[in-house]
C-alpha cells in the first residue's frame, strides 16, 4: 500500500455562502471563514474543502462560472482568498477547492462571444447544434429536468445545457477549450492551492454525433456520462497540470459503476487520486426526484462492502455520508429524535474505520438535521424551484407527497447557515440570512457542543485522533462478517501486524451480537466507543445504535 498525506488526511466541506457572515449582508463569506479556521484545527480537520467561490451569478450557487480566475465578489476579494489561503497553511491545513470546468455561466465572457455568431472564434467553446424538425437537437434531458438544449434566436441554434439554461457545457472535443482550463488550474496551484474536487468529472465526453437517448428519468445520460474519450482528457490533465504537483484530486462521478470508476482513481495515478461514488446516494430514490424509500441494512452495507474490497490494493477510496448535494446524514441514516447522538455517533464511527479518506460536510459534527420547511417559498434551490413548477404546478404531482419528498431528499437540507449558537440567526449573521437557518438552531448548535463533553463534536474530535493514531484505520484490508445482519454492521481491518473490529447498531433497538468464530477476544482492547461502561469484547446485547472498536496489537 503506498502511503500519501491525501490519503491520511481528514477533510471538511465547507459551503462558503453557509458557513460564516462576517458584514451582516446575510451571506458567508471568505472572510467569515477564515474567522472559523480555529474551531476546524481544534477539530482535527486537515484539508478545507471550498465549494466555488469564484465569480458567478449563482444561478446554481457557485456552480455556474462567469470567471474562472476571480472571487465571487459576495465572498470577498482576491487578497481575500489569499489570506485565507495563507492563514490555512500557517495553521498546519490545506486547501481544496472546487473545479467546475463541465460547464460554466452563461454570462462567462467566452459564452457571450460564443452566442454573437456562428463564426465567432469562441462559437466552438461550446456545443451548438441546429434543431431537429422545429424541435431540440435531440431529445436528452437536463439534470435540472426539461430539454438539455436552449434555443438562442441570434444565431437559429440550440446550446447544450446538461443543467440549468445559464450553465451552458464547454466543448471538451476542443483542444484549446482544455488548455485554457488547464492555464487556469496551473494559475491556482502556483497560487500555493493543494488541490481541485472535480464537479461532474465523469460527463465531459459527449458521444460523437448526440444520438437521441433511450426513454427514462434522464434521457441520453448513456451518451454523455463516461463518454469515449474521458479517460484520454482525463489522462492528458494528469500529464499536463496534476502530475506536476504534490496535490490531492477527488472527482465527483455522476452514476458510475465501481468497474469504470478504478479507471478515474488507479494506483498508477493516471488520473485521479480518488473519486465520490454516488451508488450510496441513490439507494433510497423512488420511482421520481423527490420520493424515496427505506434501505434496509444489508443493501446499504453491500455498497460499502463491496466499494472497500473491490477497490483494495487497486485504488483509493473516498468515505463520506453526505455534502451539498445531499440530506443530513443522522436524518438520512440515523435517528434525528430520540437518537440523534447515538446515531450521528455510530455513523462517523463507521466512516473514520474504514479504508479511504473520510470526508465531513459542514456541521456533521454537531449531528445537524434536515431542515422542514412548510412553505416550498423558503425552499432557494434552482432543482427545486424547477421540479416543483414542471411536475406540481404544471404536472399532477401531490404537493403534500412532494414537498415531505423534498424534506427528506432536498439540497436545501445541507445548505441552512451554520449554527454556531443560539443567538438569533444562529450567531451565522447580524442580517437577514440568504436561506432561512434551521429552527432547531436554539438546541442544537455548535456552543452547545463545545460546552458538552459527550457531545457529538468531542466524539468526532476523539474518532479523528484515533484514526491518526492507528495506521490500521487507514490502511487496513476490510473483510466483513454476517453481512445477511440486518441490524449489525461487522468488520475487521489488518494492517502491519494490528488489528481493529468493527461493531455498529444500526437500530434503535437493544440487538443481540454473536463474537464470529473467527474472532478472539484474546488480547484485545477497547479503542473508541459512543457509550459509557462499554464492556470487553464479547457476546453481548449492544445498545440502540451503539458502536464499538476493538485493536490488537503485537
Known amino acids: 500500500m503506498k502511503k500519501a498525506w491525501w490519503k491520511e488526511a481528514i477533510v471538511y466541506q465547507i459551503y462558503p455562502r453557509s458557513f460564516m457572515d462576517s458584514n451582516g449582508d446575510g451571506i458567508g463569506d471568505i472572510p467569515g471563514i477564515i474567522s ?15 465549494c466555488p ?80 424538425d422545429g424541435k431540440e437537437p435531440n431529445n436528452w434531458t437536463s439534470y435540472f429536468y426539461g430539454p438539455a438544449w436552449k434555443y438562442d434566436e441570434a444565431t437559429d441554434q440550440y446550446y447544450l445545457h446538461i443543467f440549468s439554461t445559464k450553465q451552458p457545457d464547454l466543448n471538451w472535443e476542443n483542444p484549446t477549450v482544455r488548455h485554457e482550463i488547464y492555464d487556469m488550474m496551473k494559475f491556482w496551484l502556483d497560487m500555493g492551492c493543494d488541490g481541485f474536487r472535480m464537479d461532474t468529472v465523469n ?38 497540470v496534476l502530475s506536476k504537483y504534490d496535490i490531492m484530486t477527488v472527482g465527483e462521478l455522476t452514476g458510475g459503476c465501481i468497474e469504470e470508476s478504478l479507471q478515474y482513481a488507479n494506483n498508477e495515478g493516471t ?166 437557518v434551521n429552527p432547531n438552531y436554539k438546541e442544537i448548535n455548535i456552543k452547545e457542543a463545545l460546552e458538552d463533553e459527550n457531545s457529538i463534536f468531542h466524539y468526532m474530535q476523539r474518532l479523528i485522533r484515533t484514526r491518526k493514531e492507528n495506521e490500521v484505520a487507514v490502511y487496513g484490508d476490510f473483510i466483513e462478517y454476517e453481512p445477511e445482519n440486518e441490524e449489525l454492521y461487522l468488520y475487521e481491518r489488518n494492517f502491519e501486524g494490528k488489528k481493529l473490529f468493527v461493531v455498529l447498531n444500526f437500530t434503535e433497538n437493544h440487538a443481540q451480537f454473536h463474537l464470529p468464530e473467527a474472532i478472539d477476544p484474546e488480547g484485545s482492547r477497547l479503542l473508541i466507543s459512543n457509550y459509557d461502561e462499554t464492556p470487553e469484547l464479547q457476546s453481548r446485547q449492544l445498545r440502540p445504535y451503539e458502536a464499538a472498536v476493538y485493536l490488537w496489537e503485537k
Request: one cysteine or more; a negative charge; glycine letters at 6%.
Open 271 to 436: 488520473e485521479l487520486g480518488m473519486v465520490f461514488q454516488s451508488e450510496q446516494n441513490l439507494m433510497d430514490c423512488g420511482d421520481k426526484r423527490f420520493s424515496y424509500r427505506k434501505v434496509p441494512l444489508s443493501e446499504l452495507k453491500v455498497c460499502f462492502s463491496k466499494w472497500q474490497t473491490y477497490f483494495q490494493g487497486r485504488a483509493w477510496n473516498s468515505l463520506y455520508w453526505t455534502n451539498h448535494d445531499q440530506p443530513r446524514t443522522v436524518s438520512r441514516r440515523g435517528n434525528d429524535k430520540e437518537y440523534r447522538k447515538e446515531s450521528q455517533k455510530m455513523l462517523y464511527t463507521m466512516l473514520l474505520t474504514m479504508q479511504g479518506t473520510p470526508y465531513i460536510y459542514q456541521e456533521e459534527e454537531i449531528g445537524m438535521t434536515n431542515v422542514y420547511f412548510d412553505n416550498i417559498e423558503d425552499y432557494d434551490d434552482v432543482e427545486i424551484r424547477s421540479y416543483w413548477d414542471r411536475y406540481v404546478v404544471h404536472g399532477d404531482e401531490d404537493p403534500e407527497k412532494t414537498l415531505d419528498g423534498i424534506h427528506y431528499r432536498a439540497r436545501d437540507n445541507a445548505r441552512t447557515p451554520m449554527q454556531w449558537d443560539d443567538s438569533e440567526n444562529a450567531g451565522f449573521t447580524t442580517g437577514t440570512p440568504w436561506l432561512k
Open 53 to 132: 467561490c469564484f465569480k458567478s451569478p449563482n444561478d446554481d450557487n457557485g456552480y455556474d462560472i462567469s470567471d474562472y480566475r476571480d472571487i465571487m465578489d459576495e465572498f470577498g476579494t482576491m487578497d481575500d482568498f489569499k489570506e485565507l489561503l495563507k492563514q490555512t497553511h500557517e495553521r498546519g491545513m490545506k486547501l481544496l477547492l472546487d473545479l467546475v470546468v463541465n460547464h460554466s455561466s452563461d454570462e462567462h465572457p467566452w459564452f457571450v462571444e460564443s452566442r454573437k455568431s456562428k463564426d465567432n472564434p469562441y462559437r466552438d467553446y461550446y456545443i451548438w447544434r441546429d434543431g431537429k
Open 36 to 50: 472559523k479556521l480555529d474551531y476546524l484545527k481544534e477539530l482535527g480537520i486537515d484539508v478545507v474543502w471550498l
Open 203 to 240: 460527463i465531459y465526453s459527449k458521444t460523437p454525433g448526440l444520438p437521441d437517448g433511450k426513454p427514462g428519468e434522464n434521457i441520453g445520460e448513456e451518451y454523455f456520462q463516461d463518454g469515449p474519450r474521458i479517460h484520454e482528457f482525463l489522462q492528458e490533465m494528469n500529464r499536463e
